[in-house]
């Protein structure tokens, strides 16, 4: 087995990781900005290493800085978390060429499946359904051609897009080259890339996600199922496994085409396939996540199975531990994101110092965080502080345990996301499991009218 870890990330994946490799017996090497001189992850890490200055480029995105520190502190292994570098194939490539293992799939297939219309091309190859559209990067006139000819709203989405950026919903022709540009420039900006491409709008779809777990000896499982529709602006807010609210039929689709999508990429790591499914469950590809979750916890909690620990153990060249037929599903799992965010100001992110912090606790509730009490969030990152993670044999213990985990978990000092999770835990359509892409709008909205009755 490994050594010596390095984990280049920060925050509460950081954290998790270093608690993977301490009960793999690893010596774990941290790395942390100007920024996170107090950060957690740097505290629990055998080891430290500042590698720049506050901002990402400078530090978490910096490569040499990264490999540099590796190398100097006698690493064997990268692993990268998600965001930051966790999906970028140079970084891999070059983690490799340094004599390191990069913790991840092999950069080819990353690369391959990194960009999106090459993916979808893949996918239609190998017999899994995919949303109607150009499936190739398009320029302005391409573009205006294939929305005419799939029929308006369509999207216009960012070939190397990802976290929701580079989207554009296009309802008309008239409104298609202002939104064209404006998701070319921000594609540019976030991603140095201004390929895009267009899929049409599917109305009202559920996002239903498919983990899997494949080696680099050809084998390959799935670990069911998570539906993560409740997304504000394309991004997850709270996600649950199983999900009610689709056929066994259609599960026992998703999970073949989620390992057809691993064989067609030759995938060798954790990862997910993400689907949508419209309301007469008509399902699409769009894309795959070659990295760890955020959610990976839900499904760690309903399968027993701890996916960080599995990734690392891959990444060394050891067989799948697990054959189909061992993966069972227990029970019901729901995670809320805790993010420092002022909601009732457009969820605007709020860092700070945290003065006091009371964290839930008892059978079955998991907190994954990286904040304590007098702890100062730095404006520099992603606002996410924490993940609640709630486990119980059925749903709706699972959800009255949730509440009860969010009435326990008090953060004071910044605005945070508790109260409105809190709120959306007990809304009706959330308790019988009917929610798409689109309820958590419908839900700020009724959010802002029920405000101003009160005022
Ligand atoms: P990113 O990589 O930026 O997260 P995705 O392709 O995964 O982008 O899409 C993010 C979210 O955007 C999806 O979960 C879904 O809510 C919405 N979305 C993406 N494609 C479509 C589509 N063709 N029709 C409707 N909604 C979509």
Do not use: W
């Not at 989620?258 to 067609?264: I, N, P, S, T, V």
């Amino acid at each position: 087995m490994f050594k010596k870890i390095l984990i280049a990330n920060r925050g509460e994946i950081a954290v998790r990781i270093i608690r993977a490799c301490k009960e793999l017996g690893i010596t774990t090497v941290a790395v942390y900005s100007k920024a996170d001189e107090d950060a957690l992850h740097k505290e629990l890490a055998n080891e430290a290493i500042c590698i720049g200055d506050a901002l990402p480029k400078d530090s978490y995105l910096n490569i040499e800085n990264i490999i540099s520190a590796a190398c100097l502190s006698g690493c064997d292994a990268i692993h990268p978390g998600f965001g930051f570098l966790s999906e970028n194939p140079q970084f891999a490539r070059m983690v490799e060429k340094c004599g390191l293992t990069f913790i991840g799939p092999n950069a080819e297939t990353m690369e391959k499946m990194g960009n999106k219309t090459e993916a979808v091309q893949l996918m239609i190859d190998s017999g899994v359904p995919v949303v109607p559209g150009s499936h190739k990067d398009v320029n302005l006139e391409e573009g205006l051609a294939c929305a005419e000819e799939i029929g308006y709203p369509v999207l216009i989405k960012a070939a190397a897009g990802g976290g929701g950026k580079g989207i554009r919903l296009v309802e008309d022709k008239e409104s298609f080259t202002r939104l064209f540009n404006e998701a070319k420039e921000e594609a540019l900006k976030f991603f140095s890339n201004d390929e895009l491409y267009i899929e049409k709008y599917i109305k009202h779809p559920k996002h239903i996600e498919v983990q899997v777990m494949c080696d680099k000896h050809g084998n390959a499982i799935h670990l069911f199922e998570r539906n993560c529709s409740l997304q504000r602006r394309n991004q997850k807010m709270v996600e649950e496994a199983p999900c009610i609210s689709i056929s066994a039929d259609l599960k026992a689709k998703l999970y073949d085409s989620a390992l057809k999508a691993c064989k067609a990429a030759k995938y060798d790591s954790v990862g997910t396939i993400e689907f949508l499914v419209d309301g007469s469950e008509n399902y699409y590809f769009i894309e795959m996540n070659t990295r760890i979750q955020v959610e990976h916890c839900v499904t760690e909690s309903v399968t027993n199975i701890d996916l960080v620990k599995n990734m690392i153990k891959i990444a060394y060249g050891l067989p799948l531990q697990y054959k189909q037929s061992d993966i069972k599903l227990y029970g019901h799992a729901i995670e809320c994101r805790i993010n420092a965010e002022d909601t009732e100001n457009d969820f605007r992110p709020n860092p700070g110092k945290i003065t006091f912090i009371n964290t839930p606790g008892g059978m079955g509730v998991r907190i994954d965080s990286a904040v304590y009490p007098g702890y100062t969030i730095p404006p520099y990152y992603d606002s996410m502080i924490l993940k609640v993670i709630c486990f119980a044999k059925t749903r709706l213990e699972c959800i009255r345990k949730m509440r009860q985990a969010l009435e326990e978990l008090i953060v004071d000092g910044v605005k945070t996301t508790v109260e409105f999770n809190y709120v959306l835990l007990h809304h009706p359509d959330f308790i019988l499991g009917h929610y798409d892409t689109s309820f958590i709008e419908g839900f700020i909205g009724e959010l802002k009218e029920n405000a101003k009755l009160v005022q």
